[in-house]
């Protein structure tokens, strides 16, 4: 497995663990007061969008060839540590 295919794993492997922890917040939603409820709704809303970017930057890789993989590398990077940075502050928020 090259380098590509490594960074690629890595990011579904992220991906697959940020799902686990979007449903976690949605289980919690359910059992939420009516405001709790709609701010965790508009988190969650957030937090897949910023997933959906970073599958979009995957599937940019996939079809890239070798000389865009690396602008395409920078870009993706940059939606993980968003999507990170959001999901951090979403469970702190809401780990009530």
């Known amino acids: 497995m090259d380098m590509k295919d490594e960074y690629r794993q890595k990011l579904e492997n992220l991906q697959k663990e940020w799902k686990t922890m979007i449903d976690h917040l949605e289980e919690r939603a359910k059992k939420a007061s009516a405001q709790a409820k709609i701010e965790l709704q508009e988190t969650i809303e957030s937090l897949k969008h910023k997933n959906s970017a970073v599958q979009t ?7 890239a060839g070798d000389e865009a993989w690396e602008g395409l590398k920078k870009k993706a990077e940059t939606a993980v540590a968003e ?7 979403a469970i702190s928020k809401f780990k009530h």
């Open 57 to 63: 930057r995957l599937d940019e890789m996939r079809q």
């Open 83 to 89: 999507m990170k940075t959001a999901l951090e502050h």
